[in-house]
């Protein structure tokens, strides 16, 4: 079954629980084991349902607009590929988008993908006759704001009825595939890009607050210093260490896209790292904190971490309740890795890459590379 990664631990509790929580309850866990016991008995075949096509995922309740890349792209090499695919909503009017869903069709070497709003439309002139260009780090565009992340396990990305993301009319889409090739010259792939949009102006608008500096901000943000650095601050795992841990924390601004950040309601909260990682965490550090939150929360932990198995963590509370972000709030993000041949999923990367050996692992992109990265949407009064 697939796994649960958000988990309560002695140094994370959060407030609320989650939504679609996968978990299986004492009481599914009772009837496996009866069932088990009874020596495992077939049910009638008529009672089955279909089975589900693991490359499809859940759908949207309604699809307005479905984008794709003009032509499908083949990635090959040993060296990973970052390509920015322009996409034209063609809108004449501003939208809210409700839900959105990314579908690599190529899932054995999409890495990870995102979706950024263009309002200017910069990046047509980065592409070629293709619809395409180069886009190593980030997509290379002013103001890219992120619409929706993909990772591997994950599902749509689907806001409240009275919630949703703001793009404007005659706004470009830019879809960021991160293609891990392996060696290999791949079947083409051409991600989908569906997208529903709220019926009428919502209560709130949706954001995605990203928290992952890999240096160190004059302010005092980004990158802290860690237990091996030897030259000032950096991000660096030696090889060979475990229990090995990285910290990135984010003040909150008086401004997130333009919107004043007076009070923020955190809807949902993901975490992402590469192969090296095995727990990650994050949290609020509030300054001034009101009514009964807590000073100081601890919102996410993923202390099994599985690359394959990542997805947006959604909290099960009416909006109202959700955590309050507000300008001056901290948030940490603290990652924990192992560089050494214990870790399985370390251990096959590197088979991949023809490495007997683990080696010092840098912040970057590609697969060998880590990450120490924490994403929150939040919502805003309109």
Known sequence: MPPWGALETDECKPRFGWKHDR??????????????ENGTPEGDPKDAVPALDPTKGADLDRVDLTLQPQKPYMTSGENDQMICFVLDPKLTKDVYVNASKLTPTNLKVAHHAAIFVDQAGDSLALANQDGYYECFG???????????????????????????????????????????????????????????????????????LPVGNPQ???????????????????????????????????????????QPTSEMKIYSTMSHMHYVGVDEMLSIHRPSPQGGEPADECLLQTPKWDFN?????????????????????????????????????????????????????NYGETTLDEMCVGVLSVFIKN
């Not at 591997?152 to 990305?157: D, F, I, L």
């Not at 251990?347 to 683990?358: G, I, N």
Request: proline letters at 10%; charged letters at 20%; one cysteine or more.
């Open 138 to 208: 980030t997509p290379g565009i002013n103001s890219a704001e992120l619409l929706t992340p993909w990772v591997p396990g994950a599902g749509p990305s689907v806001s409240p009825p009275n919630a949703g993301n703001l793009v404007h009319a005659g706004s470009k889409l830019v879809l960021q595939m991160h293609y891990h090739p392996a060696g290999t010259t791949a079947d083409p792939d051409q991600t989908k890009l569906e997208l529903q949009f709220n019926t009428e102006v919502p209560e709130y608008r949706a954001l995605f």
């Open 23 to 36: 978990r299986i309850s004492d009481a599914e866990l009772a009837t496996l084991e009866a069932w088990n």
């Open 216 to 258: 160190p901000v004059p302010n005092g943000d980004g990158l802290q210093p860690g237990p091996n650095d030897t030259n000032g601050i950096e991000f660096m795992i030696p090889a060979g260490a475990s229990g090995h841990t990285e910290t990135t924390k984010r003040t909150v601004g008086a401004k997130i896209a333009g």
């Open 309 to 361: 198995w990542q997805q947006t963590y959604i909290y099960d509370t009416p909006i109202a309740d959700l955590p309050t972000l507000r300008e001056g709030d901290v948030i940490p993000v603290r990652c924990t890795y192992d560089n050494t041949l214990k870790n399985p999923f370390l251990k096959k990367a590197l088979l991949e890459q023809k490495l007997s050996a683990p080696q010092d692992v």
